[in-house]
């Protein structure tokens, strides 16, 4: 599956297998903490919601299996790392706040408030 693929490089590079120059081994310095260079990027800004949402946080889709559990996703140690990683800054607490609740909110409107 795609996704699964995905969560294996995302691992593998975070585990601090390979670099940019075609190496595949470890590198010296260990696992990354960051998805690109040693700070937090763009990068880590745009992976952070689609990986968060594989480990069930977010929003909860009624009558859907979560994809922690078809996915065998507690199988990416460092990816579930760095989502907690990333989940623990203070912004990034905000934008979850902001965007909790129900991913459709139109969908939850009373319709007796509805005008025509």
Same mark, same amino acid.
């Given at each position: 599956?795609?996704v699964?693929?995905?969560?294996?490089?995302?691992?593998?590079?975070?585990?601090?297998?390979?670099?940019?120059?075609?190496?595949? @081994?470890?590198?010296?310095?260990? #696992?990354? /903490?960051?998805?690109?260079? *040693?700070?937090? =990027? %763009?990068?880590?800004?745009a992976?952070?919601?689609?990986?968060?949402?594989?480990? @069930?946080?977010?929003?909860?889709? #009624?009558? /859907?299996?979560?994809?922690? *559990?078809?996915? =065998? %996703?507690?199988?990416?140690?460092?990816?579930?790392?760095?989502?907690?990683?990333?989940?623990?800054?203070p912004?990034?607490?905000?934008?979850?706040?902001?965007?909790?609740?129900?991913?459709?909110?139109?969908?939850?409107?009373?319709?007796?408030?509805?005008?025509?």
């Amino acid at each position: 599956m795609e996704v699964q693929r995905l969560c294996s490089v995302l691992d593998r590079h975070l585990a601090g297998y390979g670099d940019f120059t075609g190496d595949a @081994g470890l590198r010296p310095e260990g #696992p990354r /903490q960051y998805l690109v260079g *040693d700070r937090y =990027s %763009i990068a880590d800004m745009a992976c952070f919601p689609w990986a968060y949402m594989l480990f @069930g946080k977010g929003y909860n889709r #009624p009558k /859907q299996p979560d994809a922690k *559990d078809f996915l =065998s %996703i507690h199988q990416y140690t460092h990816l579930k790392s760095w989502v907690a990683r990333i989940a623990e800054r203070p912004a990034v607490q905000r934008g979850i706040r902001v965007c909790a609740g129900s991913p459709k909110p139109w969908l939850n409107k009373d319709k007796s408030k509805s005008k025509l």
